[in-house]
């Protein structure tokens, strides 16, 4: 896609969720979609290889969430994959520090080259499990938002993002269209690791179908220590 294209799409798309785009941020997100595009054929990253669908499902998806991020907070994002949405959300918001976590070293990789093309500042790609960084110490309870997307159920997700959770903090869960199921079975979850829902919202896409939900969990109480158990535990056994 020719990025005179590209750019009067993504501005576009970014005015209707509320959010303007300056011109580097615009190139830079250029660079990245190209960057995912180049990468995918070597390193499955996506199975969104469209430019448009690019902008519509890993962009502006991903900023979405950004009206629920200050200036200041400190933001990690759990099972990030190809960066979404902590990266999407570092080009619109320079200033917040981001720490992008994933399991795979070749994601990792990848991600690095973004940040290097972008020349982002203030932001890490660490190469480690869920499980492993919620009991490390210089990361445990130290982040004001906590996000991820398309990583697991809620039950299952909650015991990997408030380890890292500071107590008033939140974590931010992007989610598909049907959501009720999950949110029932992350009952037992969201009490004993000591959290709250805060917010739940219903969005749909700019001109599209796609229906989303954003779920906000706000961290309440000091969790146990012996959360988040160890590798594989939280999937196989969800709390």
């Not at 690019?54 to 400190?74: P, Q, R, W």
């Not at 706000?218 to 220590?225: E, M, T």
Request: hydrophobic content about 40%; some cysteine; charged content about 30%.
């Amino acid at each position: 896609m020719e990025f005179e294209k590209f750019e009067k799409i993504l501005k576009e798309k970014a005015h209707k969720i509320e959010i303007e785009l300056n011109n580097y941020q615009t190139e830079q997100y250029y660079k990245y979609m190209n960057l995912l595009i180049e990468w995918n054929e070597k390193v499955n990253l996506t199975a969104i290889i469209e430019p448009e669908d690019i902008i519509l499902k890993h962009f502006i998806d991903s900023l979405t969430i950004a009206k629920y991020i200050n200036e200041n907070d400190k933001i990690a994002d759990i099972g990030t994959g190809a960066g979404f949405p902590g990266l999407p959300l570092k080009i619109l918001k320079p200033q917040n520090e981001i720490i992008l976590i994933d399991s795979l070293n070749k994601r990792i990789k990848f991600l690095e080259k973004v940040i290097e093309e972008n020349k982002l500042e203030n932001i890490s790609a660490l190469h480690i499990r869920a499980e492993e960084i919620g009991h490390n110490e210089l990361y445990r309870g130290g982040f004001d938002i906590v996000t991820s997307r398309a990583v697991a159920k809620l039950n299952v997700l909650l015991e990997y993002m408030l380890p890292l959770t500071k107590v008033g903090g939140k974590c931010i869960c992007l989610k598909g269209p049907n959501i009720e199921k999950e949110l029932e079975e992350a009952k037992n979850a969201i009490e004993i690791l000591g959290a709250q829902i805060d917010k739940i919202e219903e969005i749909k896409l700019p001109d599209s179908d796609n229906k989303r939900n954003i779920i906000v969990i706000k961290s309440v109480k000091q969790l146990p220590n012996k959360y988040p158990r160890k590798a594989g535990t939280p999937t196989v056994s969800p709390l």
